[in-house]
């Protein structure tokens, strides 16, 4: 599986962005999915995840409740709603899938990853 993350782009605080990850070369309905962000110089940190078999999903403390991951298995794309934005969530976003049924904030815990996408906020 090969994935590709897309949507990110320029905004002001306090404006809304949804990002999408579309799979291609197999299918994500049996795979939990996350999302992941970076900024130069730090690692790579959690942001928001889903469990492929119960839906159950996890979210980073910085983002819960402005934050959304979802799926749609009918169009092999996970998205990650992102409202209220701040200047402190700009970063490079990257996808990720993995065959475990995890929400895990760990980064080793997934296999597969996508390109980044990057998004600013401004203030």
């Known amino acids: 599986v090969q994935l590709q993350a897309y949507g990110g782009g320029l905004v002001q605080a306090g404006e809304s962005l949804r990002l999408s990850c579309t799979a291609s070369?197999?299918?994500?309905?049996?795979?939990?999915v996350a999302w992941f962000r970076q900024t130069p110089g730090k690692e790579r940190g959690f942001v928001a995840a889903?469990?492929?078999?119960?839906?159950?999903?996890n979210y980073g403390d910085s983002v819960r409740g402005r934050f959304t991951i979802s799926r749609d298995n009918a169009k092999n794309t996970v998205y990650l709603q992102m409202n209220n934005l701040k200047p402190e969530d700009t970063a490079v976003y990257y996808c990720?899938?993995?065959?475990?049924?995890?929400?895990?904030?760990?980064?080793?815990?997934?296999?597969?990853w996508g390109q980044g996408t990057l998004v600013t906020v401004s203030s």
């Open positions: 990720a899938a993995s065959i475990i049924s995890t929400t895990s904030p760990n980064t080793n815990a997934w296999r597969t």
């Open positions: 889903l469990r492929w078999s119960n839906s159950i999903a």
């Open positions: 070369g197999g299918s994500l309905s049996r795979s939990s």
